[in-house]
């Protein structure tokens, strides 16, 4: 049975938040219903929210692995890991092509063997070969106490995982077959998609939520795959207006939009809309919820100059939206959007567009460094590896808190509506 709800996590931008996100809005959902499970898969390049969901991203020295990627490599193997994940849903394809290739003979004939078979049922057509997710599923609280114990994870180990040296090739090209899958061009991607697409339906009924992190260079291979198994893509923002006009042109050919989705959805291999943009690290002046001029909800008070600003550039992507209906064509459900109290464009403001506030450093720090959500923090004083230690107060946790509830809220539905751990 598919999970009710299934997220990636893309920008083409790093530097944006979008695995803090993935980290917070992943175990949030996963404590606010201990009754399912929450799967995160890491497809990022740099392995960060594996670090963070495994004991957080400390290093003991300069050089040094982080804490979290060091105890995946300890506790796990490259078959095990999402590179192996990715390796085995390739084989699956080659698998099925010798099955086809090499049809079952039909029961019956003149020999006595015919003879004997044949009084059998005649024998099924190969069944397609099949991946089972729960090989590469590690559970973080079997590590970190702090992540919540229904939270499950394929890890990937940064340049362990996704090295080209970790096929034995030399010097692979990005055209060559014994290259790894997620450094090749073309559309060599796809049928994997197809087969990951069916891993994550095949999962069992109390996974409700599958949330994926992805890399920052948004054409490759790994983010096409998040983006064409998942149903939905949050989509976390800086303020800076180079980074946002990034997301329509990119001298890379790492566009989100331009440059991944639209020929994904033209080529019909895209499954995820945009379904949030969220601006990411914005200040605050009060914890109530407001609404922008333009209709943007955020779940406190910004000043206004970062209201405006917020206005600013969700107005920009209404105009995209016009200008080139393929834009506006990535929205989820937009082709059923009809204004409310107002109009069109102040209706795709306030669908589309909330923030993320601006956390206290030390909670934020904190949360990094030791692999401790905010969802579980309390008001206890707290040490890092690195020596930095404090604790924060518990009208501040409380409050976000109640925001990273509105944002999951947002993003899964009303079901993940449940009371606060207590700071």
């Known amino acids: 049975m598919a999970p009710s709800h299934s997220v990636c996590f893309c920008n083409n931008r790093g530097g944006v938040g979008k695995t803090f996100m993935a980290f917070q ?53 490259e078959d095990t890991r999402a590179e192996g994940l990715i390796r085995d849903l390739e084989h699956a394809m080659d698998v099925d092509a010798t099955a086809a290739a090499n049809p079952p003979a039909a029961a019956g004939g003149s020999s006595i063997f015919g003879a004997f078979f044949s009084k059998k049922p005649p024998l099924a057509a190969a069944a397609p070969a099949q991946v089972d997710l729960n090989k590469y599923l590690i559970r973080p609280a079997d590590f970190n106490p702090a992540i919540p114990p229904n939270l499950y994870l394929v890890p990937s180990a940064g340049a362990v995982s996704w090295s080209e040296e970790t096929t034995g090739a030399a010097h692979p090209s990005p055209d060559d077959n014994d290259a790894p899958l997620w450094t090749r061009k073309g559309e060599q991607w796809w049928p994997v998609a197809q087969r990951l697409r069916a891993a994550v339906e095949a999962l069992s009924a109390d996974f409700d939520a599958v949330m994926i992190d992805t890399d920052h260079l948004a054409a490759c291979v790994l983010t096409k795959l998040a983006l064409a198994v998942c149903d939905s893509v949050v989509v976390p923002l800086s303020f800076d207006d180079r980074d946002f006009n990034r997301l329509f042109q990119d001298v890379t050919g790492n566009a989100l939009f331009t440059d991944v989705m639209i020929p994904m959805r033209a080529a019909g291999h895209l499954r995820a809309r945009v379904h949030r943009m969220v601006f990411t690290r914005v200040s605050s002046n009060k914890n109530e919820p407001t609404v922008t001029a333009a209709s943007s909800s955020l779940p406190f008070t910004p000043p206004k100059v970062v209201m405006d600003q917020i206005d600013h550039l969700a107005q920009q992507t209404w105009a995209a939206c016009m200008f080139k209906d393929d834009y506006r064509l990535l929205f989820k459900n937009i082709e059923e959007m009809v204004p409310t109290g107002g109009n069109l464009k102040t209706t795709f403001c306030g669908t589309f567009f909330t923030g993320m506030k601006q956390m206290p450093d030390l909670a934020t720090n904190i949360s990094n460094l030791n692999g401790i959500p905010i969802c579980t923090m309390t008001g ?44």
């Open 25 to 77: 809005t992943a175990c949030e959902a996963a404590r606010a219903r201990p009754d399912k499970k929450v799967l995160v898969f890491d497809f990022s390049l740099y392995s960060d929210i594996t670090a963070l969901l495994l004991g957080g991203s400390a290093r003991e020295g300069f050089g040094a692995p982080m804490k979290g990627l060091q105890v995946t490599v300890e506790n796990t193997t």
């Open 380 to 423: 206890e004083k707290y040490r890092a590896p690195s020596g930095l230690e404090g604790q924060t107060g518990k009208p501040a946790l409380d409050s976000i808190k109640a925001e990273l509830q509105v944002l999951v809220m947002n993003m899964l539905g009303e079901e993940y509506n449940k009371p606060l751990q207590a700071s």
